[in-house]
């Protein structure tokens, strides 16, 4: 994923995580609803004069009401209440018009426009209220709908942290559901190193430019929102960075953005870092974007302490699972040298005390009994030694190990090894604990007539794979392969077992590592 145009330098951003609520504002321009208005008074007038011949005059004021209903509802009030006044003006023109001469002859001539006057209003009043409602159901559909949006982005990024993707994935992972979200080109997010540089773990950047790369540090200095973040721990925002400086203004004029804001991240109490949003079009962003980022960067924060939370969680429980394959090396190693040679030194003297005796007597049939026993104690304890950690496996590595591992086993094993170096101690130690287990499964419980083992690797993980042609049925659930499972699942990789009744058993694992 190629970066974005990340850091732009800022404009301290408005410190609000919601702002206050906006007057209604008109649907549509305000000269256009003068012409709306002149136009319905114009038609309306037109249309009084036609049924003028048929109807009376007080009767045909209600015709002015549409267009004053139509103003009331698409525009703002001061404009609905104009409407209002002129058209009772033309209104009471037309009626007086009508009677003959400019002013009312008697008081009851104004009872129509003593009528309109208050149906006019009122329509103002009810037709605007509609609008406010309407406005305030959508700002709240809006809100709901953001409301799942952000929802939706975190579950969808606590899926991959508890997929067990890697740091970076989720990182990538939440630039984009940003960048998705806010409906922008471009997105990043920086963690801090300290107060003196950043580094810029992850980028949503539909342009794929490459001038700024994921992984790069780059010093806090000059004019940048990740610096005034930084130094403040509220939103900033840079409408232009034109005149910035700073290697971070030049690299971002570099790649041609003109404006930016950022929010900060902060995890465990702590500013890990800064979620940035980056524009290169004329027009800065919307005034309200710092608090929409600020909620994202909620988000990006909470997602950053799952994700850190599952690899400390692997790091303790790899640690626990390398303690102990110390532990049983050293005992490998304690047998081996002191024990395993006592016993050794034992049976050498007690054969050498035998073949100092007579050759007929009982001593020398019972001395030889016990070098017999002596010898039998030393097997008995390197099988023993061997199973608590084979010196072959740290002596020869994996290949070597698993066809000893194979040929102790008294049913056909097919054992395919494709690995071309020498794997981490630790993985090497997994992938035989896991054969190990599975052909002794196999040979307890599902009386295979033949067991395939393949292993291959790669420079980014290795893979594992054991079959049988048994009775099937193994329970996923026993101690035995909950314990593999853990073991592999320590070290970042994963086990499935499948296979029913009469079907067999197909056990596959998969672990990450790195060249040892």
């Given at each position: 994923?190629?970066?974005?145009?990340?850091?732009?330098?800022?404009?301290?951003?408005?410190?609000?995580?919601?702002?206050g609520?906006?007057?209604?504002?008109p649907?549509?321009?305000?000269?256009l609803?003068?012409?709306v208005?002149?136009?319905?008074?114009?038609a309306?007038?037109?249309?009084?004069?036609?049924?003028s011949s048929?109807a009376?005059?007080?009767?045909?004021?209600?015709?002015?009401?549409?267009?004053?209903?139509?103003?009331?509802?698409?525009?703002?009030i001061?404009?609905?209440?104009?409407?209002?006044?002129?058209?009772?003006?033309?209104?009471l023109?037309?009626?007086?018009?009508?009677a003959?001469?400019?002013?009312?002859?008697?008081?009851?001539?104004?009872?129509?426009?003593?009528?309109?006057?208050?149906?006019?209003?009122?329509?103002?009043a009810?037709?605007?209220?509609?609008r406010?409602?309407?406005?305030?159901?959508r700002?709240?559909?809006?809100?709901?709908?953001?409301?799942?949006?952000?929802?939706?982005?975190?579950?969808?990024?606590a899926?991959?942290?508890?997929?067990g993707?890697?740091p970076?994935?989720?990182?990538?992972?939440?630039?984009?559901?940003?960048?998705?979200?806010?409906?922008?080109?471009?997105?990043m997010?920086?963690?801090?190193?300290g107060?003196?540089s950043?580094?810029?773990?992850?980028?949503?950047?539909?342009?794929q430019l490459?001038?700024?790369?994921?992984?790069?540090?780059?010093?806090l200095?000059?004019?940048?929102?990740?610096?005034?973040?930084?130094?403040?721990?509220?939103?900033?925002?840079?409408?232009?960075h034109e005149?910035?400086?700073?290697?971070?203004?030049?690299?971002?004029r570099?790649?041609?953005?003109?404006?930016?804001v950022?929010?900060?991240?902060?995890?465990?109490?702590?500013?890990?870092?800064?979620?940035?949003i980056?524009?290169?079009?004329?027009?800065p962003?919307?005034?309200?974007?710092?608090?929409?980022?600020?909620?994202?960067?909620?988000?990006?924060?909470?997602?950053?302490?799952?994700?850190q939370?599952?690899?400390?969680?692997?790091?303790?429980?790899?640690?626990?699972?390398?303690?102990?394959?110390?532990?049983?090396?050293?005992?490998?190693?304690n047998?081996?040298?002191?024990?395993?040679?006592?016993?050794?030194?034992?049976?050498?003297?007690?054969?050498?005390?035998?073949?100092?005796?007579?050759?007929?007597g009982?001593?020398?049939?019972?001395?030889?009994?016990?070098?017999?026993?002596?010898?039998?104690?030393?097997?008995?304890?390197?099988?023993?030694?061997?199973g608590?950690h084979?010196?072959?496996l740290?002596n020869?590595?994996?290949?070597?190990a698993?066809?000893?591992l194979?040929?102790?086993?008294?049913?056909?094993?097919?054992?395919?090894?494709?690995?071309?170096?020498?794997?981490?101690?630790s993985?090497?130690?997994?992938?035989?604990?896991?054969?190990a287990?599975?052909?002794?499964?196999?040979?307890?419980?599902?009386?295979?007539?033949?067991?395939?083992?393949?292993?291959?690797?790669?420079?980014?993980?290795?893979?594992?794979?054991?079959?049988?042609?048994?009775?099937?049925?193994?329970?996923?659930?026993?101690?035995?392969?909950i314990g593999?499972?853990?073991?592999?699942?320590?070290?970042?990789?994963?086990?499935?077992?499948?296979?029913?009744?009469?079907?067999g058993?197909?056990?596959?694992?998969?672990?990450?590592?790195?060249?040892?």
């Amino acid at each position: 994923m190629t970066p974005n145009e990340w850091s732009m330098t800022p404009t301290q951003a408005g410190a609000g995580r919601r702002g206050g609520r906006s007057p209604v504002a008109p649907s549509y321009p305000l000269w256009l609803g003068v012409v709306v208005a002149a136009t319905f008074i114009v038609a309306e007038t037109i249309a009084v004069r036609l049924l003028s011949s048929i109807a009376p005059h007080s009767t045909l004021g209600a015709l002015y009401l549409l267009g004053v209903l139509v103003i009331s509802s698409f525009w703002n009030i001061g404009l609905a209440v104009l409407t209002t006044l002129v058209s009772a003006a033309v209104y009471l023109e037309m009626h007086l018009d009508a009677a003959g001469g400019w002013l009312p002859s008697h008081p009851a001539q104004l009872l129509p426009l003593a009528i309109f006057l208050p149906l006019g209003l009122l329509t103002n009043a009810l037709a605007g209220r509609a609008r406010l409602r309407a406005t305030e159901t959508r700002r709240a559909a809006a809100q709901v709908s953001q409301l799942a949006e952000r929802q939706a982005a975190l579950r969808r990024v606590a899926t991959l942290v508890a997929r067990g993707v890697s740091p970076a994935e989720v990182f990538t992972a939440v630039a984009d559901e940003v960048a998705n979200a806010l409906r922008v080109q471009n997105c990043m997010l920086v963690r801090y190193s300290g107060n003196d540089s950043c580094e810029l773990v992850a980028a949503h950047d539909t342009v794929q430019l490459e001038k700024i790369p994921v992984g790069g540090v780059f010093p806090l200095n000059g004019e940048n929102v990740a610096t005034m973040v930084l130094r403040s721990g509220t939103t900033a925002r840079m409408d232009s960075h034109e005149h910035a400086a700073g290697p971070i203004a030049a690299a971002v004029r570099g790649v041609g953005i003109r404006s930016a804001v950022g929010a900060p991240i902060e995890v465990d109490g702590r500013l890990w870092g800064a979620a940035v949003i980056a524009s290169s079009g004329p027009e800065p962003h919307p005034p309200h974007t710092e608090a929409r980022l600020a909620d994202f960067a909620e988000l990006v924060a909470t997602a950053i302490a799952n994700a850190q939370a599952r690899d400390e969680l692997m790091a303790s429980r790899a640690r626990i699972v390398t303690a102990g394959d110390e532990a049983r090396r050293r005992i490998e190693r304690n047998l081996h040298d002191g024990a395993q040679q006592r016993l050794v030194t034992l049976r050498l003297r007690l054969q050498a005390l035998q073949a100092s005796l007579p050759a007929d007597g009982e001593l020398q049939l019972e001395i030889g009994e016990l070098a017999d026993e002596a010898a039998a104690a030393g097997e008995e304890l390197r099988q023993l030694s061997r199973g608590i950690h084979p010196a072959v496996l740290s002596n020869a590595g994996l290949g070597p190990a698993l066809r000893a591992l194979c040929r102790r086993f008294a049913m056909p094993v097919e054992l395919r090894v494709d690995v071309a170096r020498r794997l981490p101690k630790s993985v090497e130690v997994a992938v035989y604990y896991v054969v190990a287990e599975a052909l002794t499964n196999a040979a307890k419980h599902a009386h295979p007539s033949m067991v395939t083992v393949a292993v291959d690797a790669d420079d980014a993980r290795v893979r594992l794979r054991v079959s049988d042609d048994g009775i099937g049925g193994a329970d996923p659930r026993g101690s035995g392969l909950i314990g593999l499972k853990d073991r592999v699942e320590a070290l970042g990789g994963r086990l499935d077992i499948t296979g029913g009744e009469g079907e067999g058993t197909k056990l596959v694992a998969e672990i990450h590592c790195a060249p040892a």
